[in-house]
């Protein structure tokens, strides 16, 4: 079977730092993807992590433990517009299929 | 953007009654998914694609039927719609297998009532 968590809800500040975690179980694993999604609109991409390690995008990061099942995102400089949920999805046997986890609904105040 | 579009983007339909939504891209993505989205659940892939004719069942298919009759256009039909099917549906597309961005529609809201 497959397990992916994440938080549900997180609260942070304008201009602060939040990490999102996400922890995965499943077998076949290939790659974790990031979404973003804004209240009823449509995900769109963040990140793509298949290796071990940080990968810096602008005021994102995603980093990505193979052997501990786990995966952060990063947010830095936080704004209001980032008030959104953050999907963590996991790819299984490079086939591009992706199995999401529940999605962590970030709040971002002034 | 990628041009990805769905049809209808809201509807309310009777229980027994068949529905079909439709994705429609113009990019020439070879991959396309069809996922619901409900409270609790995150997104849960129905249906993908890998080419034309070339369909097969995710984790939440029952229910569900797909057709890819044209590389732009993948139609996914509740044969039978229920109330447990109401949901917010997205397509997605995708121009690589491994490690591809998946781009995704508007999303269709379907009630049934």
């Known amino acids: 079977g497959q397990n992916i968590d994440q938080p549900t809800e997180m609260t942070a500040t304008e201009g602060a730092i939040v990490q999102i975690n996400c922890t995965y179980q499943t077998s076949g694993f290939n790659g974790l993807f990031w979404y973003q999604q804004h209240a009823g609109e449509a995900p769109t991409f963040l990140s793509y992590?298949?290796?071990?390690g940080l990968e810096e995008k602008g005021r994102f990061s995603s980093f990505l433990s193979r052997s501990k099942g786990y995966s952060y995102l990063l947010l830095k400089e936080l704004q209001m517009k980032d008030s959104a949920s953050y999907l963590c999805?996991?790819?299984?046997?490079?086939?591009?299929?992706?199995?999401f986890g529940g999605g962590t609904r970030l709040m971002v105040k002034p | 953007d990628a041009g990805i579009t769905q049809s209808p983007r809201h509807k309310v339909t009777e229980t027994g009654t068949p529905v079909t939504l439709r994705c429609h891209q113009t990019?020439?993505?070879?991959?396309m998914y069809w996922y619901r989205q409900d409270p609790g659940h995150g997104l849960r892939l129905i249906h993908y694609?890998?080419?034309?004719?070339?369909?097969d069942k995710g984790e939440v298919s029952d229910g569900y039927s797909v057709s890819r009759s044209k590389t732009e256009d993948f139609l996914l039909t509740l044969e039978s719609a229920t109330s447990s099917q109401t949901s917010v549906y997205f397509c997605a597309i995708s121009a690589e297998l491994a490690g591809g961005e998946q781009y995704f529609g508007p999303g269709t809201r379907l009630t049934v009532t």
């Open positions: 990019e020439n993505h070879r991959y």
């Open positions: 694609s890998y080419g034309v004719k070339d369909t």
């Open positions: 999805a996991v790819e299984r046997n490079a086939g591009n299929m992706l199995t």
């Open positions: 992590n298949v290796l071990d």
